[in-house]
């Protein structure tokens, strides 16, 4: 692969990534990649012909080298560098998936209709293999910090080791090249695959506090709005309920109760249309005196 094939994956990885991706992206192509490929990559070198061991015995030097030096910190890294930025590229490919998708929508209903408002917006599936990928990313970075303390007993080379191995005829004395140098690359290393872990997992706490965030937030405006529609029903029926003013009858009273109740004075302007009204108008006009015929 070439720098510019690599360039490109890697730009396409920033640009679907939070802050907290792209300050470990920065970490992992300057601190890691950078580092490997200029210096640590010269350091190591050749470094079986620079271990050096007291003694003659044909393949002595070699079982000794391999008992120490199971797998190589250069070769260990670069193995740890390629599984580690390759769930990165999960997220480059399910954004070429959405595109695929959405050419093939747009060709088909026409160009004015989207099955997506922004296909590299992280939301659904993408959402989903965004935050598999950081703890595949994680576990990859934690299991070969494993594998390098478990081999090389806590990242610490000796200058001397002693090698009891067959075919050495007896206890030999071997000696590490630049077992100095080695050691400040191999720190540096450690501390830079611990930085990258802390910042994957404060990108995991961030992608999932922000998608509670959200929901939470979702499920505020309905509540919100089942309450606006809510009080908006009763006022309604409120309405319709008191549009109408019934008014109840007033009870019917007695005839005694009557008597005994002063007029008031709408009975005295109330018309009597009855018989006995009727009654009491002629007994008025036959005591009034006949003035006319005088």
Request: charged share 25%; aromatic share 12%; net charge positive.
């Amino acid at each position: 692969m070439d720098w510019k094939t690599f360039q490109a994956l890697l730009s396409g990885v920033n640009k679907y990534s939070t802050a907290f991706g792209r300050v470990w992206l920065s970490v992992v192509f300057v601190f890691r990649v950078m580092v490997y490929v200029v210096a640590a990559e010269r350091v190591w070198g050749d470094e079986q012909k620079d271990f050096d061991c007291n003694t003659k015995q044909p393949g002595c030097a070699n079982v000794c080298y391999d008992h120490f030096f199971p797998i190589s910190h250069i070769r260990l890294w670069a193995l740890q560098l390629i599984f580690v930025t390759c769930p990165s590229f999960m997220v480059v490919m399910h954004v070429a998936y959405r595109d695929d998708r959405e050419r093939k929508y747009k060709a088909k209903h026409g160009d004015e209709k989207k099955l997506y408002n922004n296909t590299g917006k992280k939301h659904g599936g993408l959402w989903w293999t965004y935050l598999i990928s950081l703890f595949v990313k994680t576990g990859i970075e934690v299991s070969f910090l494993y594998i390098l303390h478990h081999i090389y007993d806590s990242f610490y080379l000796p200058r001397l080791v002693k090698c009891e191995v067959s075919p050495c005829p007896n206890q030999v004395d071997c000696y590490i090249g630049h077992p100095t140098e080695k050691k400040v690359f191999t720190y540096f290393m450690v501390g830079a695959s611990a930085l990258c872990i802390v910042l994957n997992i404060c990108e995991i706490i961030y992608l999932i506090s922000k998608r509670f965030v959200r929901c939470a937030n979702k499920l505020k405006r309905r509540n919100r709005n089942m309450g606006r529609h809510h009080d908006k029903y009763n006022d309604d029926d409120h309405f319709n309920n008191c549009s109408v003013a019934v008014t109840k009858p007033e009870p019917e009273l007695e005839p005694r109760e009557l008597k005994e109740q002063p007029p008031s004075f709408r009975s005295a302007l109330k018309p009597s249309f009855g018989p006995s009204g009727l009654k009491l108008e002629e007994k008025i006009r036959a005591s009034a005196p006949n003035l006319s015929t005088s």
